[in-house]
DNA sequence: TTGCGTGCAAAGGTTTTGCATGGCA
DNA sequence: TGCCATGCAAAACCTTTGCACGCAA
């Protein structure tokens, strides 16, 4: 939502270029922290929560929880970042992750009725769809 | 799915009885606890995990997971047991937190129009829609 | 009698919070 | 200078597991 907010820091801008070269892909926060423990520099799991948390505020990550009790799931846009998320959904295919923008008028309407029938502004940049794809489902 | 098994424990009896008592209705295991705590009568916490996802194997239950780390609900499903398409969607206030559960025809046609024409499984269990409510909407 | 169910206590994990310190603007 | 960010340690939670005991079949 808030394109911009606080301040640049050195560990969040340290932690863009490591999602820059990760655009698409599933990470959790102990990943980030791995990551940064392996090339010498620390970041702290508190920061790490915190800096991702602000991104999905500012639509440059998006959360995934695939199921209760493991680590959420984060994901740089990359170059899905800029796209209209008033026309674009996002579903999320719990098998094999891949993760499907799709543009669609009828889905448009869930908008407008969850509006008018429901009082509920919906937020589309945070909202996912978790399901199966197609592809996983005709592997069964 | 497996429509019968284990044993018939005075727990398991207790449990349905209140469950049929709040058909439709979100319930997390503290509720259950506390409800029984404050009957008088008790039933383990343990116990509680384990019925209801065994009653969710057996597709009396269903069971949501709003958020990572908020409890899960689970919701009794009354006289919708055997129509495993009248599910119940989830709206959460990014503000207030107040979690809307709602059954709705419409809500659960994109259900199907995500299935015939984006070929996608949608899981209900898992699915919320994040946005603002009615009641923090009109503060504003 | 056999084996599942129960429930307590403890473990296992993830995420959040408090707070003093340090860095950005 | 003022305020936000950081990061450590600790807390807060939800859920699962181990295990001894009890109850259903």
Redesign the pocket.
């Known amino acids: 939502m808030a394109e911009k ?8 801008e340290e932690l863009m270029e490591y999602l820059e070269t990760v655009p698409g892909v599933h990470i ?3 990943d980030v922290c791995d990551f940064f423990r392996q090339s010498g520099r ?10 991702l ?2 991104m999905v505020d500012e639509g440059l990550v998006s959360k995934y ?1 695939i199921d ?5 799931c984060f994901e740089y846009l990359g170059e899905h970042i800029h796209e209209d998320h008033q026309v674009c959904f996002h579903c999320k295919c719990e098998k094999c992750g891949k993760l499907i923008h799709m543009h669609c008028d009828e889905l448009n309407g869930i908008r407008e009725h969850l509006s008018e029938h429901h009082g509920f502004k919906l937020n589309s940049m945070r909202t996912v769809f978790y399901g199966i794809c197609e592809e996983c489902d005709s592997k069964e």
Chains 1, 2 share one sequence.
């Open positions: 907010s606080g301040y640049k820091t050195k560990q969040r959790t926060v102990n620390n970041i702290g799991t508190t920061t790490v929560y915190r800096q948390e602000r929880i209760g009790n493991s680590p959420a």
